[in-house]
């Protein structure tokens, strides 16, 4: 059963007490008129009308009279006295934030802050993890989640998606990886379906440490709706545009009705939709897929997908789920390790079916180059389902080979390019819009850092393949490898709940890359692209 929690109506504080306007100051010759007679009437009087004798007593008994009082006040503890004076910690709390002074200031001042019984622990706080801001989810009806996968062997049409979207979302635990990959990182590998993505999320979101139960407190909404899920089924045979519209307008329709909605129109409101953008972006009723991301409540929401519309400002591309999902800070360590030092035994590889009903198809000519490359080239041909959410043969694949060709696929991406990075091989691109405008968050921003990008036109023409790929030196290759490795942590879902210890994996990265484009909406004079 997913959480349930009830929304708590904003609570507003009184400021309708009015303030007590300043007292109108006194000029300056009335003021001081007012201060000489006081002076005269306090001070002058009892000298012009005493005895002289009498003076010289008076004057003897005050200052006595202070001595004794400065000899009392030496006399008091210091904790009695220390409100007259500035706490040492507070008078140099500039010195305590700077690491580099905080040894010299401890030592210098630790006698201070025993006596006046000051802990350093419940002044100086801890740097806050949540400063980007806490997420409320909502507690969706069933009918938006849970029943979606209560009903997963009526999913598809064709067979059961329950062993696809089991154990959270990654799928059944991979097997023939035996001999391929280190013994004790097996567990941490499973076969998962490349349309997980949203189950993995929601997941992870009910664990977030910024979770918040009081949406009062929330920076983001987090709407756990399985559009994916929801409009899978849909896609084919005899299903009308209603049928394929009608789980997002029902949400819409519920998310509308609630008042957090109300208060920004949706400005702070995100979810996941697990499938590519162009599936909910119908613009006739005979067309594919369905109309969600054009309903009008939808345009304001952030959309996180594995493949996002580069022209729309709300859509954010984000990996697709591979099969590795490490179970702490060392399983990333070892297999960042294990491909670093993997050797290769091949230049390039492909992995990829032809599609022989599509005039010059692009996948046919690499298979071709492939084929053409003196041994220099590995291939798996997926023809019929064999490469479905990857396989031994592909994984050992890209483990075996420097770079590894990724074409588009059925859309503008493929979920191979990140089989192909986490094994540490370089992706090979043809279309700028396979990678480059697609998942910004996740990749390094200078794409000749950690790829090759070839135009296809030119392979068309004839350029060669492994002519290219072969004109990078050892050198060149090794330091964008390398580059490719450190981004592994940012491709792939760790397997806890609540995430690895101290590294970020691709769902931290979407999170905190949420939180801060809901930061910077709400900063004045802001405006999207």
Request: net charge positive.
């Amino acid at each position: 059963m997913l959480p349930i929690s009830t929304p708590k109506s904003p609570c507003f504080p009184n400021s309708s007490t009015p303030i007590p306007s300043p007292k109108k100051p006194q000029t300056p010759e009335l003021s001081s008129i007012e201060r000489k007679n006081s002076s005269n009437s306090l001070h002058l009087q009892p000298y012009i009308f005493l005895p002289s004798h009498h003076r010289l007593w008076l004057l003897f008994f005050i200052i006595s009279l202070q001595i004794i009082l400065l000899l009392m006040a030496r006399a008091l503890p210091f904790s009695h006295r220390r409100t007259h004076f500035p706490s040492p910690l507070s008078a140099d709390h500039h010195l305590l934030q700077n690491s580099a002074n905080i040894s010299s200031t401890l030592s210098s001042s630790s006698h201070n802050l025993q006596a006046a019984d000051i802990s350093i622990s419940s002044t100086v706080s801890q740097p806050d993890q949540c400063s980007s801001g806490r997420i409320f989810v909502y507690n969706l009806p069933a009918v938006f989640n849970k029943e979606l996968l209560d009903n997963c062997a009526k999913l598809d049409p064709w067979h059961s998606r329950c062993e696809a979207l089991s154990n959270d979302g990654f799928g059944r635990k991979a097997t023939g990886l035996s001999g391929i990959i280190p013994k004790d990182l097996l567990p941490a590998w499973y076969w998962t379906d490349q349309f997980a993505m949203e189950i993995i999320y929601h997941n992870r979101v009910l664990n977030h440490k910024c979770r918040t139960m009081e949406p009062d407190s929330a920076t983001a909404f987090y709407i756990p709706f399985y559009a994916g899920l929801a409009v899978g089924k849909h896609l084919w045979f005899n299903y009308s545009s209603k049928d394929r519209d009608r789980y997002c307008e029902m949400i819409l329709s519920w998310v509308q009705d609630q008042p957090y909605w109300n208060s920004s129109n949706g400005w702070d409101h995100f979810m996941t939709m697990g499938r590519i953008t162009w599936d909910f972006r119908r613009s006739k009723n005979e067309e594919w897929g369905s109309r969600c991301i054009y309903m009008p409540g939808m345009r304001n929401i952030t959309r996180l997908l594995i493949e996002r519309n580069p022209w729309d400002y709300f859509d954010v591309g984000v990996p697709y789920p591979t099969g590795f999902h490490p179970r702490t800070d060392s399983d990333v360590l070892q297999w960042q390790d294990f491909v670093r030092n993997r050797d290769r035994k091949t230049l390039f590889s492909f992995a990829g079916a032809p599609r022989g009903a599509v005039k010059n198809d692009f996948r046919g000519l690499l298979l071709s180059h492939c084929k053409n490359a003196s041994g220099l080239c590995e291939a798996v041909n997926c023809a019929s389902t064999r490469c479905s959410n990857g396989s031994s043969a592909i994984l050992e694949t890209f483990l075996d080979s420097d770079f590894c060709l990724q074409p588009r696929g059925d859309s503008f991406t493929r979920r191979s390019i990140f089989d192909c990075m986490v094994a540490g091989s370089i992706p090979v691109f043809f279309w700028h819009r396979t990678a480059y405008l697609q998942y910004q968050w996740f990749l390094p921003s200078d794409p000749k850092s950690y790829s090759v990008f070839i135009h296809r036109n030119e392979v068309k023409n004839g350029t060669s393949i492994k002519s290219v790929l072969e004109s990078y030196s050892r050198e060149e290759v090794k330091i964008m490898r390398e580059k490719v490795i450190e981004y592994i942590p940012k491709l792939v879902y760790a397997e806890p709940r609540k995430g690895l210890e101290s590294i970020k994996d691709a769902f931290d990265v979407a999170i905190d890359g949420v939180l801060n484009r809901i930061e910077e909406q709400e900063q004045p004079g802001y405006k999207w692209k």
